[in-house]
């Protein structure tokens, strides 16, 4: 089964009655949020979200397991100076999650900034733990990045690395497919990025997929996102993904740019389907 969204918002008045009804609109099967302000850790509480209203109309069309909540990109579990905010973060995010049954909680690993790699990861995976033991049933999933600037995990042995470190079922990745070009991982040569996927066992631990275009060079490490067919990956090669048997029932999730001061998921959705 193909399952496909994009980000949605989640705000006043109506949060995740109001994110999930605009997902139907766009003709989708999943969604994903960010419980508050991408930039900010400032977040409402759960009695607001209009959870029963959404249980009553929508659960059926898409499940709460189907909703992916998106960490916001200010926290950085894998700096010694800032992990301690945001392990305390990242624990009432998912207290939050478990209160509408989502699953998948995406995270950026973060940046070694004047750290050494090696130390930043080594704390990296003590937060990752730590959340886990202080949390239940969310599982936590580490984004492929572009490996902009001091950025973690841009490539796929960094990733496997550290879950088969972790060594738990509730650790996983998002592939987000600008990020992996823009990291050096040629997706047009389909059949060899697969066969990467599978070498390096990523493909094992993925469960849910970020498809944008992307409007810089194979390898620039820019991480700019570009409409579905309008950037250097094209359409051809982001379909293939999206009906590939290896990602069926993964959620697929776009995350691509407004046009003209508007989403327009929903043609993309149906450019993507083959629809149009």
Same mark, same amino acid.
């Given at each position: 089964?193909?399952?496909?969204?994009?980000?949605?918002?989640?705000?006043?008045?109506?949060?995740?009655?109001?994110?999930?009804?605009?997902?139907?609109?766009?003709?989708?099967?999943?969604?994903?949020?960010?419980? @508050?302000?991408?930039?900010? %850790?400032?977040? *409402?509480?759960?009695?607001? +979200?209009?959870?029963?209203? /959404?249980?009553?109309?929508?659960?059926?069309?898409?499940?709460?397991?189907?909703?992916?909540?998106?960490?916001?990109?200010?926290?950085?579990?894998?700096?010694?100076?800032?992990?301690?905010?945001?392990?305390?973060?990242?624990?009432?995010?998912?207290?939050?999650?478990?209160?509408?049954?989502?699953?998948?909680?995406?995270?950026?690993?973060?940046?070694?900034?004047?750290?050494?790699?090696?130390?930043?990861?080594?704390?990296?995976?003590?937060?990752?733990?730590?959340?886990?033991?202080?949390?239940?049933?969310?599982?936590?999933?580490?984004?492929?990045?572009?490996?902009?600037?001091?950025?973690?995990?841009?490539?796929?042995?960094?990733?496997?690395?550290?879950?088969?470190?972790?060594?738990?079922?509730?650790? @996983?990745?998002?592939?987000? %497919?600008?990020? *992996?070009?823009?990291?050096? +991982?040629?997706?047009?040569? /389909?059949?060899?990025?697969?066969?990467?996927?599978?070498?390096?066992?990523?493909?094992?631990?993925?469960?849910?997929?970020?498809?944008?275009?992307?409007?810089?060079?194979?390898?620039?490490?820019?991480?700019?996102?570009?409409?579905?067919?309008?950037?250097?990956?094209?359409?051809?090669?982001?379909?293939?993904?999206?009906?590939?048997?290896?990602?069926?029932?993964?959620?697929?999730?776009?995350?691509?740019?407004?046009?003209?001061?508007?989403?327009?998921y929903d043609k993309e959705i149906e450019l993507l389907l083959g629809k149009s």
């Amino acid at each position: 089964m193909i399952k496909i969204g994009s980000h949605v918002p989640f705000k006043k008045p109506d949060y995740l009655f109001g994110a999930i009804q605009k997902s139907l609109k766009n003709k989708a099967n999943t969604a994903m949020v960010f419980l @508050g302000p991408p930039q900010s %850790t400032l977040r *409402v509480k759960p009695e607001n +979200y209009k959870f029963e209203e /959404y249980k009553k109309q929508f659960a059926k069309q898409i499940l709460p397991e189907d909703i992916i909540v998106h960490a916001p990109y200010i926290i950085n579990p894998a700096n010694p100076e800032k992990a301690a905010f945001s392990n305390d973060f990242l624990v009432r995010e998912i207290e939050k999650m478990n209160y509408i049954g989502a699953k998948f909680l995406v995270l950026h690993p973060g940046f070694f900034t004047t750290f050494s790699p090696k130390d930043a990861k080594k704390q990296l995976i003590i937060s990752l733990k730590s959340i886990l033991i202080r949390t239940k049933n969310v599982i936590l999933l580490l984004e492929t990045m572009s490996g902009k600037g001091t950025e973690m995990c841009a490539s796929f042995e960094e990733i496997v690395e550290i879950i088969e470190t972790i060594n738990s079922p509730r650790i @996983g990745v998002c592939m987000d %497919t600008c990020h *992996v070009w823009d990291a050096g +991982y040629n997706i047009k040569k /389909y059949y060899e990025f697969r066969v990467k996927l599978t070498e390096t066992r990523l493909v094992n631990y993925l469960k849910v997929i970020h498809l944008n275009d992307s409007l810089s060079a194979l390898g620039s490490r820019k991480d700019r996102h570009a409409n579905i067919g309008k950037g250097f990956i094209g359409l051809e090669t982001l379909q293939k993904i999206v009906h590939d048997p290896l990602f069926d029932n993964i959620p697929i999730i776009l995350e691509t740019p407004y046009v003209d001061g508007k989403p327009i998921y929903d043609k993309e959705i149906e450019l993507l389907l083959g629809k149009s």
